[in-house]
């Protein structure tokens, strides 16, 4: 199957987009999918503020992304945009790091008024980078996700039925993609 890398942009340690997004990966993992993750503030902050494109950790992640078959990108939402992290880390890559990828987006935020973040600040600057196809995305909201003490991860229903819709469409084009470049290779 198809390799996919899984970037958190939160900032925090503790952050829920982070555990989301491991919990969409164990999805996909389960569908028999190779899945990388990335948390990108464990990525230098040197490197990430001072823009240097050379720094072996950089290049390590740039190098991730050039891989990888699939890409799900997972931000919290700050001031109606994707995180500034996600944006240092963008702004390293090659201008078109994501050419020929499918890519998924995913945001998480406190309420609804960012749940258009997704789509008019995102989006845009993905497919600038070149995609070969960005699926329909998803923006969670905190509250419907819940952290137990030993680390259990517990989505609200309605929004563990779309994140399960949505990562399985991923995983689909992800096929059809894999098996579009068989049959053409």
């Known amino acids: 199957m198809a390799t996919i890398l899984s970037v958190s942009a939160s900032p ?11 919990h969409l990966d164990a999805r996909l993992t389960a569908q028999g999918h190779e899945v990388i993750a990335l948390d990108v503030r464990t990525l230098p902050a040197e490197a990430l503020l001072g823009a240097d494109f050379g720094h072996p950790a950089i290049v390590r992640a740039g190098a991730l992304f050039e891989q990888a078959d699939g890409v799900v990108i997972g931000t919290p939402v700050y001031k109606a945009a994707y995180s500034g992290l996600l944006k240092s880390l963008l702004d390293l890559l090659p201008q ?8 998924l987006p995913l945001a998480t935020g406190g309420t609804t008024a960012h749940v258009l973040a997704i789509d008019y600040a995102l989006r845009p600057v993905l497919a600038s980078m070149g995609p070969a196809h960005i699926t329909p995305g998803w923006f969670t909201l905190d509250k419907d996700i819940t952290v137990a003490d030993d680390g259990t991860l517990t989505v609200a229903p309605g929004s563990a039925e779309a994140l399960a819709q949505v990562a399985d469409q991923f995983s689909a084009a992800l096929g059809g993609r894999t098996t579009l470049l068989a049959a053409t290779g």
């Open 12 to 22: 925090s340690a503790t952050s829920r987009t982070a555990r989301l997004l491991r």
């Open 96 to 103: 078109y790091a994501l050419t020929g990828k499918t890519v």
